[in-house]
């Protein structure tokens, strides 16, 4: 298969997106317009209260980023203008809800024009409240696997989920899909029904025992018990026990349904597409960069001897977009390790400048506690499904570069420190001088 065939599989299709305004997200958007000019049209199910809201929204927070200055210089600005019109349609709705909260009409209308979903929705906070992270990480699969089976020109749906659905295993970890129930903690089943029945039941005794005004006491209750309840079953933190629960929930509901789920590890910067060192926000182990790179760390914390799983975002979208070309309407689920293994660089560097630990050190002790899992993981993620898929869609003519999604060809040390780091702190000094 040739990038021209990837390409073309998303001609004259309808492409539904949740997650647009995430990071993926945006460069997934970004990548079918220049790759398929000819794409039919891209829905963008965004979380506002009217259309109009919906569409300001994706002009801001998608289309007005640089992201897109590639397409803006191929087509002008007014062109460009144009073609985003034609192609791009923003939907007020919100994936927590059954048809994405949209109206009957309006989901009737839409089922029947959509090819493709692609779920890339989620709330990636490891410290979420737990019904928050429930609804978007665990009911909101549910919920665009449901619409997706009412579609009837539905070809496939892709899902984004996270390769530490492993939480903090050791040793070979497989791409295979979780089964009903099935935890991280031997001996232990999860109920989610029974989850969500906890959820509600915490939220009503406190309000019982409290009376008035409770939200920031709900808050706080909410986060601990999402912790409380990831750690029982096993996981890290609410964010990968929630993104697991999704998981399972998709694999209950789907029937036939073709579903291709990815799981990528640390999600980096751009390597070179659309451009090199393109980031928005501080991505999970990048917290330890921007720390360091702020005096906060006397050290980049991690372990000489240990590896550290890291992918960049732009080999992700490539991978997702071939995925799809080969598994285009097969009545299977399939699951994707995206990774790569690298040293863990900046390990036990000290600052000469940091003579302050004793101030900080709540704040080192937090981002420590949050990230350890991750800077001294010591699972390795079997790839035998990627690996075959490269295989499947090894690229004719040279033009591999379209679609490269072999992190062997990345120059990882050339990366790491001339692209991704010096990324990370530009930006993060930048989002500091507009505050």
């Known amino acids: 298969m040739d990038a021209s065939a990837v390409a073309g599989c998303f001609r004259d299709k309808s492409i539904l997106i949740t997650g647009s305004t995430g990071f993926l997200g945006k460069l997934l958007v970004e990548k079918i317009l220049r790759v398929q000019p000819d794409v039919k049209k891209l829905y963008l199910l965004v979380r506002a209260p009217d259309a109009a809201s919906a569409e300001q929204r994706v002009l801001s927070k998608v289309i007005g980023m640089d992201l897109f200055n590639v397409l803006r210089e191929k087509y002008g600005l007014p062109g460009f203008q144009s073609f985003i019109q034609e192609k791009v349609i923003a939907l007020a709705g919100d994936i927590d809800y059954e048809n994405f909260g949209l109206d009957d009409c309006q989901a009737d209308v839409l089922s029947k024009e959509i090819d493709i979903i692609i779920n890339g929705a989620a709330t990636t906070s490891f410290y979420e409240r737990y019904d928050v992270a429930l609804a978007s990480n665990a009911l ?52 989610i029904e029974a989850e969500l029945e906890l959820v509600e039941r915490v939220k009503s005794e406190l309000r019982a025992a409290k009376g008035g005004s409770i939200e920031q006491l709900e808050k ?29 929930l998709l694999g209950q509901q789907r029937g036939n349904l ?20 393109w980031i928005e ?33 732009d080999i992700v979208i490539n991978a997702a977009m071939v995925a799809m070309a080969v598994h285009w309407n097969e009545k299977e689920q399939v699951i994707y390790h995206m990774l790569h293994i690298m040293s863990l660089l900046l390990c036990g560097l000290f600052s000469r400048r940091y003579n302050n630990l004793n101030r900080r050190f709540k704040f080192l002790m937090l981002l420590a506690s949050l990230y350890a899992p991750y800077a001294f993981f ?26 490269n999604f ?3 060809k990345v ?17 993060t000094r930048r989002e500091k001088a507009g505050r």
């Open 378 to 403: 010591d699972g390795r993620f079997d790839d035998t499904n990627y690996m075959s898929l490269r295989t499947k869609a090894k690229m004719e003519n040279g033009d591999d570069s379209i679609f």
């Open 258 to 277: 073709p579903v291709v789920i990815i799981r990528p590890t640390m999600v980096t910067s751009t390597y070179q597409d659309p451009f090199a060192g």
């Open 220 to 248: 706080s209750t909410m986060k601990e018990l999402g912790l409380k309840r990831a750690c029982h079953f096993g996981w890290p933190n609410v964010y990968t026990f929630t993104k697991a629960i999704g998981e399972i």
């Open 411 to 427: 120059d990882w040390h050339s990366y790491l420190t001339e692209v991704h780091v010096p990324a990370v702190i530009k930006y």
């Open 281 to 313: 926000g501080a991505k999970t182990i990048d917290a330890l960069i921007v720390a360091y790179d702020d005096q906060a760390f006397p050290c980049f914390i991690g372990d000489r001897n240990n590896i550290i799983d890291v992918i960049p975002a």
């Open 140 to 191: 909101g699969p549910r919920n665009a696997c449901e619409f997706a089976k009412k579609c009837p020109n539905m070809k496939l749906l892709l899902h984004v989920s996270t390769a530490f659905v492993a939480g903090t295993q050791e040793g070979l970890l497989l791409e295979k899909a979780f089964k009903n129930g099935e935890t991280l903690r031997a001996g232990y089943s999860v109920d």
């Open 406 to 408: 072999d992190p062997k």
